[in-house]
């Protein structure tokens, strides 16, 4: 994208926006209210976008993906969401990938990454929570011990979404026990996992009823054997590499919640004017146009932030500060723009022919994973302000 003109570049994402909208639209609110209902995964639609290669935006052109920048990877997953729509069945391929791409080997990506690019594999698991350790990640307790060619892994994983509809889960690991390292961001590792050969053989899938259709689970790992050839870069280095992905993750995560912010505002916006109480539409009283219009401005506010963040990455710039600030303030606004949708609706938003409820459950995700607005703050009280450090 580099060699192209700003104009060229902003006609680029209006065809992208319009493509990936032509797309969303073939799955209307009653695709994901039914698969809600069922608690299903969104198969036809996930295999659909990526068939059309928007899932692989930031896999390099060599390996088959299209090459394209966070700007647009988070247009994409904007758009699914403002179109009613759920990310979070598929985004993780977006930002998982990238510890393949940035860290493995030349052999692992030839071998994956066009793959994962034209959808015969998916990499939708990213396995790093744990039940007894939480936030804390460094604390966590799944270890791999190195026997041979092997690595015999044993331990246990919570809320890690979609492993059931996954190939291949990135699983962060102990290579190293905790007391045995000077840092305790040292001797943790990533580990490529093939999900469809682990079950059964050492990997056990218990999936989590969640309020929202979220397809996550608690794993139990025991004697799983995992190839050494599937160590992602150096063992023991894996704390560095997942936190460089995470950049990038909250950038589309602020981007996903910018889409559905947007949704709920118009859902709003229409309701208030349709809906006629006292002789009048119930948008026409200040009490119901300004929650609406001060989430709105809320979500544009975001939105630049979210631009600020994703043109930084692009560019090779740091950009922990604003990704982590475009995520927060995203979150914060789509849960502002929910409330107000939901109250706009009266009791019709709690209906669920109106999806609002849906969406409602879906965005209030985003306030606690994959970083909790505290744990945001924390970062921005000691890395940006200079605080000392809380915890
Ligand atoms: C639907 C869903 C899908 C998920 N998918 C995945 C996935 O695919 N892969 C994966 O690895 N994880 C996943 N997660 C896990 C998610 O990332 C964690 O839930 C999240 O990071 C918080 O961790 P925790 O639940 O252990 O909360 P805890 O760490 O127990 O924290 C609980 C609360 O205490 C607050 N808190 C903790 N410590 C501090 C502190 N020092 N200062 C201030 N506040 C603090 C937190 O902000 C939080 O609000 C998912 C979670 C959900 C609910």
Same mark, same amino acid.
């Given at each position: 994208m580099s060699s192209i003109t700003l104009q060229e570049r902003t006609e680029f994402q209006e065809a992208l926006r319009k493509g990936v909208r032509a797309v969303c639209s073939k799955y209307p609110d009653s695709y994901w209210r039914e698969l809600e209902a069922k608690s299903a995964y969104p198969e036809e639609f996930v295999n659909d976008i990526t068939q059309c290669g928007y899932l692989s935006a930031l896999i390099p052109e060599e390996y088959g993906g299209s090459g394209l920048g966070i700007v647009e990877a988070s247009i994409i997953l904007e758009e699914i969401n403002r179109s009613g729509g759920n990310s979070g069945a598929c985004h993780a391929q977006m930002y998982t990938m990238g510890t393949l791409l940035r860290h493995g080997n030349k052999e692992q990506k030839e071998k994956y990454l066009p793959k994962i690019a034209n959808g015969s594999l998916r990499l939708q698991a990213f396995g790093v929570t744990e039940p007894n350790t939480g936030t804390d990640? /460094? @604390?966590? @307790? /799944?270890f791999a011990e190195r026997k041979g060619d092997k690595y015999i892994v044993n331990g246990q994983k919570v809320f890690i979404s979609r492993t059931q509809y996954s190939d291949l889960m990135l699983l962060l690991v102990r290579t190293t026990p905790l007391e045995q390292v000077t840092k305790k961001t040292e001797g943790l590792s990533v580990l490529l996992v093939n999900l469809k050969e682990a079950v059964g053989n050492g990997l056990t899938i218990k999936p989590i009823r969640t309020m929202m259709n979220h397809a996550t689970t608690e794993l139990f790992i025991e004697d799983l054997e995992v190839p050494v050839e599937n160590l992602i870069g150096e063992e023991g280095k894996g704390f560095k590499y997942i936190l460089d992905g995470m950049n990038a993750e909250r950038i589309l995560i602020a981007a996903e919640c910018i889409g559905d912010g947007r949704w709920f505002i118009e859902r709003a916006t229409n309701y208030a004017k349709e809906r006629i109480v006292f002789n009048r539409p119930i948008g026409q009283n200040q009490g119901v146009q300004f929650p609406i219009a001060r989430a709105h401005v809320n979500i544009e506010a975001a939105d630049l932030m979210r631009y600020r963040a994703a043109e930084l990455f692009d560019s090779g710039k740091k950009c922990g500060a604003e990704a982590n600030m475009a995520k927060l303030l995203a979150a914060d606004a789509s849960w502002e723009a929910a409330n107000a949708a939901l109250q706009t609706h009266g009791g019709f938003g709690f209906a669920e022919e109106y999806d609002i409820e849906r969406k409602f459950k879906e965005t209030r995700l985003y306030q606690v994973a994959p970083i909790s607005t505290n744990l945001i703050l924390s970062y921005v009280s000691e890395h940006v302000l200079g605080l000392p450090r809380s915890y």
């Amino acid at each position: 994208m580099s060699s192209i003109t700003l104009q060229e570049r902003t006609e680029f994402q209006e065809a992208l926006r319009k493509g990936v909208r032509a797309v969303c639209s073939k799955y209307p609110d009653s695709y994901w209210r039914e698969l809600e209902a069922k608690s299903a995964y969104p198969e036809e639609f996930v295999n659909d976008i990526t068939q059309c290669g928007y899932l692989s935006a930031l896999i390099p052109e060599e390996y088959g993906g299209s090459g394209l920048g966070i700007v647009e990877a988070s247009i994409i997953l904007e758009e699914i969401n403002r179109s009613g729509g759920n990310s979070g069945a598929c985004h993780a391929q977006m930002y998982t990938m990238g510890t393949l791409l940035r860290h493995g080997n030349k052999e692992q990506k030839e071998k994956y990454l066009p793959k994962i690019a034209n959808g015969s594999l998916r990499l939708q698991a990213f396995g790093v929570t744990e039940p007894n350790t939480g936030t804390d990640t /460094t @604390k966590l @307790k /799944t270890f791999a011990e190195r026997k041979g060619d092997k690595y015999i892994v044993n331990g246990q994983k919570v809320f890690i979404s979609r492993t059931q509809y996954s190939d291949l889960m990135l699983l962060l690991v102990r290579t190293t026990p905790l007391e045995q390292v000077t840092k305790k961001t040292e001797g943790l590792s990533v580990l490529l996992v093939n999900l469809k050969e682990a079950v059964g053989n050492g990997l056990t899938i218990k999936p989590i009823r969640t309020m929202m259709n979220h397809a996550t689970t608690e794993l139990f790992i025991e004697d799983l054997e995992v190839p050494v050839e599937n160590l992602i870069g150096e063992e023991g280095k894996g704390f560095k590499y997942i936190l460089d992905g995470m950049n990038a993750e909250r950038i589309l995560i602020a981007a996903e919640c910018i889409g559905d912010g947007r949704w709920f505002i118009e859902r709003a916006t229409n309701y208030a004017k349709e809906r006629i109480v006292f002789n009048r539409p119930i948008g026409q009283n200040q009490g119901v146009q300004f929650p609406i219009a001060r989430a709105h401005v809320n979500i544009e506010a975001a939105d630049l932030m979210r631009y600020r963040a994703a043109e930084l990455f692009d560019s090779g710039k740091k950009c922990g500060a604003e990704a982590n600030m475009a995520k927060l303030l995203a979150a914060d606004a789509s849960w502002e723009a929910a409330n107000a949708a939901l109250q706009t609706h009266g009791g019709f938003g709690f209906a669920e022919e109106y999806d609002i409820e849906r969406k409602f459950k879906e965005t209030r995700l985003y306030q606690v994973a994959p970083i909790s607005t505290n744990l945001i703050l924390s970062y921005v009280s000691e890395h940006v302000l200079g605080l000392p450090r809380s915890y």
